[in-house]
């Protein structure tokens, strides 16, 4: 028994998840077109920062910045025009910006785009819709008028993002992983797309999983996952995770 306890005593406790020493990591859920919240947890941020004294700043954003809220041209405008001062910024694919990107090659994807959420991004660029049922000529039509309408730059924005982002012992993305497959080898429609098989596991992926894509009342804290989607489009609740060294907190619109 003595030695069971002293066994006991001496087993080291599991090392603690962190990102690298001297940083500083916000990690932004989705925002469907909300630039307000946006707006305003980059306020939330910029105050949170000033009793940073370490090296690198950096904001990650999970994605989903079109559909659903009405002013996802305003939200890439201010992403564009209005970075965080001083911060490296990373931003992630969500499967909007994949479905808004299928659109411009495919305009049969229309009808289902517009059902989750293209029709409010197609306003926000100006492009009227004249409703169900539409042929083939009038998607065509749609398709060129949101590629008139569309700024190059806000073309390169979405081609520009990527799917994963690594800090220390954290991975970024927008969707969550497939359970069983090396995190090199996972396929990018699971990234941008993937739901339950993600949600329900207790795999260790071998970081733990920051993520957007389903939606929660309030952030989701697993071993293995952290779900930061609070729905902000309807919710008004616009939710960051802010990781320091090991710790880990919460702000939110």
Not at 16 to 37: E, I, T
Not at 112 to 132: I, K, R
Request: hydrophobic share 40%.
């Amino acid at each position: 028994m003595l030695a069971t306890l002293l066994r006991a005593l001496w087993t080291p406790r599991p090392r603690r998840p962190c990102v690298p020493a001297g940083s500083r990591v916000y990690a932004v859920g989705d925002m469907h077109g909300r630039a307000d919240l946006v707006e305003a947890i980059h306020g939330l941020i910029l105050r949170d920062i000033l009793d940073f004294d370490g090296d690198r700043k950096v904001v990650v954003y999970l994605g989903d910045y079109v559909d659903r809220g009405m002013d996802s041209r305003e939200l890439v405008d201010l992403l564009l025009d209005a970075p965080l001062p001083g911060f490296e910024a990373v931003h992630l694919e969500g499967n909007h910006e994949q479905a808004l990107l299928d659109f411009l090659d495919d305009p049969g994807v229309a009808l289902e785009w517009m059902s989750y959420g293209g029709y409010e991004t197609l306003a926000s660029y100006g492009v009227g819709f004249e409703g169900p049922p539409m042929g083939a000529q009038a998607l065509m039509r749609l398709q060129e008028r949101f590629r008139t309408n569309l700024p190059a730059r806000h073309l390169d924005f979405f081609r520009g993002l990527r799917l994963t982002h690594e800090e220390g012992d954290y991975l970024f993305v927008h969707a969550g992983l497939r359970p069983g497959v090396p995190i090199g080898d996972q396929e990018a429609h699971d990234l941008l797309w993937i739901r339950d098989p993600f949600l329900d596991s207790t795999e260790d992926f071998g970081r733990v999983v920051v993520h957007g894509h389903s939606i929660s009342t309030r952030p989701e804290m697993r071993p293995n996952r952290i779900g930061i989607d609070t729905g902000a489009f309807a919710s008004g609740c616009l939710t960051c995770l802010v990781l320091e060294g090991t710790g880990r907190r919460f702000l939110a619109t």
